[in-house]
């Protein structure tokens, strides 16, 4: 039995391009004959509001959209997060990190390599420069003592190689959908293009990364639907599942809707809110076609 879900963040109100993906997955769900789940992700706890969520529900509701309850909301979940962050710190994959970003500008400025050539990552964040990457024992515990807030950063050479030696070989992903660059079928994962990513955040004891990769497979998800936007994190969603033992899932990346001027949606793009296109007297069938499904 196929499973699916769509799994928005509560930190803004739903518009027109998480009505597409939405209804994406359900659709597919439908048509596979599977079970379609939704997912709260909530770890941003400074960001996310209640009234957000309840928005969700309703909003999905109103398109016509019906889901398995309980609903996972992943802020009741981080100390699952923890025991698989402990086990990546078992494996020796990931080190604390006390950079504020702050740190992290001045050791890009210090390093003589102009700031627009400093190579950043595929959602267009510099790159980590390697500050608090094996300091000697004896720095690490006085930052400790000191109280210092740190996040987890993953060895991105370390973790490839570990998970290479696991898989047998490289590692590689089905794309049913398109990958940015248009391609599909088998492809193979380039993780390293994000350097070494935060898997534990400073403020919660995980990170999208971990808490998405952790939840599609405890739920169960052998199918990921969700736009090309997050087509490279699958990269390390792959590694992850590799260093974990978790079973793959395939992939289908959509296309993201765009507004007139051809701009992503984003969630200050308040003409495009599902609430407001409701109250201007759209309707869930008429929101169908505005998407194309
Ligand atoms: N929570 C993520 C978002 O709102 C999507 C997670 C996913 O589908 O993997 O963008």
């Not at 039995?1 to 109100?13: D, E, H, I, K």
């Not at 089905?174 to 248009?182: D, L």
């Not at 590694?239 to 969630?267: C, M, N, T, W």
Request: glycine letters at 8%.
């Amino acid at each position: 039995m196929q499973v699916l879900r769509f799994a928005p963040s509560p930190n803004g109100w739903l518009h027109l391009g998480h009505a597409y993906s939405a209804l994406f997955a359900f659709e597919m769900a439908k048509r596979l004959g599977g079970r379609f789940l939704l997912r709260i992700e909530d770890i941003d706890i400074g960001r996310c509001r209640p009234e957000y969520e309840q928005a969700i529900y309703e909003d999905l509701r109103w398109l016509g959209l019906d889901w398995e309850e309980p609903v996972r909301r992943q802020s009741e979940h981080f100390a699952e997060y923890e025991r698989y962050l402990k086990r990546l710190r078992d494996m020796g994959l990931v080190y604390p990190c006390f950079a504020t970003r702050k740190e992290i500008q001045d050791a890009i400025a210090a390093s003589g390599i102009p700031p627009r050539n400093w190579p950043t990552d595929p959602d267009g964040a510099p790159l980590y420069p390697g500050i608090y990457k094996d300091i000697p024992r004896d720095k690490l515990s006085r930052h400790m003592w000191e109280g210092r807030t740190y996040a987890w950063r993953l060895d991105m050479e370390k973790a490839k190689a570990e998970a290479e030696r696991l898989n047998g070989g490289p590692i590689a992903f089905t794309e049913e959908g398109k990958s940015t660059r248009g391609d599909a079928g088998a492809l193979p994962i380039e993780p390293e293009l994000f350097g070494d990513v935060v898997i534990a955040r400073k403020d919660v004891p995980t990170s999208y990364h971990l808490s998405v990769t952790v939840d599609d497979a405890l739920q169960g998800v052998t199918l990921v639907t969700r736009g090309q936007d997050l087509f490279p994190a699958t990269y390390i969603h792959r590694i992850l599942q590799v260093l974990l033992g978790f079973p793959e899932p395939r992939y289908h990346h959509h296309g993201l809707i765009r507004d007139e001027a051809g701009r992503r949606l984003s969630k200050s793009a308040r003409d495009m809110g599902l609430r407001e296109l409701r109250a201007a007297g759209e309707t869930p069938a008429s929101i169908r076609r505005m998407v194309g499904l």
